[in-house]
């Protein structure tokens, strides 16, 4: 419980302001379909948040115990680092994409957007420091679509009101205080 309950806060926290958070109000804004646009980010995470978990469960077995924190430990650090600066959401063709339909697009451009985003090297940390790569893959899916969700459905009106710099700190602390725990080898605090 405990894996799947970090990820989904981490990811929800790391997500907002994040570029695919940005990509959910512009497909928002420019399909006006927000239910198939929630399914593609969905089937999107889900299926690049599994491939993210595989690789962290793969690392966690081919490092041995004592470098493997050290990996998770600076990772989280530099994640911390990472999540204060600002995401922009890189240009986008959605007209070139639109023949795949709502679904397709938004799939296709939340799977590419979280290519080496970080949501997914979160998802390879967490999995590679939980024994246990399921809950982190649907806490992590989780915590993408408590970002996202809200996003979609009501897009930049929310985005105006919460102070992303607020946000980012929070998810820095997060990952900070991850990264020294691990480094300090303290047990399951979290």
């Not at 339909?101 to 998802?123: N, R, Y």
């Not at 009106?157 to 691990?182: C, D, Q, Y």
Request: net charge positive; glycine share 10%; proline share 3%.
């Amino acid at each position: 419980m405990e894996a799947f309950l970090v990820s989904t806060g981490v990811v929800a926290l790391g997500e907002m302001g994040d570029k695919t958070q940005l990509l959910a109000i512009v497909l928002a804004a420019a399909f006006r379909k927000p239910l198939p646009i929630i399914a593609g980010i969905f089937v999107a995470t889900i299926v690049n948040h599994a491939a993210a978990g595989a690789v962290g469960g793969w690392v966690a077995a081919a490092l041995g115990p004592d470098v493997l924190r050290w990996v998770i430990g600076v990772s989280f650090l530099l994640m911390a680092g990472w999540m204060l600066i600002p995401d922009k959401l890189d240009d986008t063709n959605l007209q070139s994409r639109s023949r795949l339909g709502v679904f397709g697009t938004t799939v296709v451009a939340f799977f590419l957007a979280e290519m080496g985003d970080k949501t997914q090297i979160a998802t390879v940390a967490l999995a590679a420091r939980y024994a246990d790569v399921v809950p982190v893959v649907l806490g992590t899916t989780l915590g993408m679509m408590i970002s996202n969700v809200p996003a979609v459905l009501v897009g930049d009106k929310v985005a105006r009101k919460i102070s992303m710099n607020v946000v980012h700190a929070i998810a820095a602390a997060i990952f900070g205080v991850l990264g020294v725990l691990t480094l300090l080898n303290v047990g399951k605090l979290f």
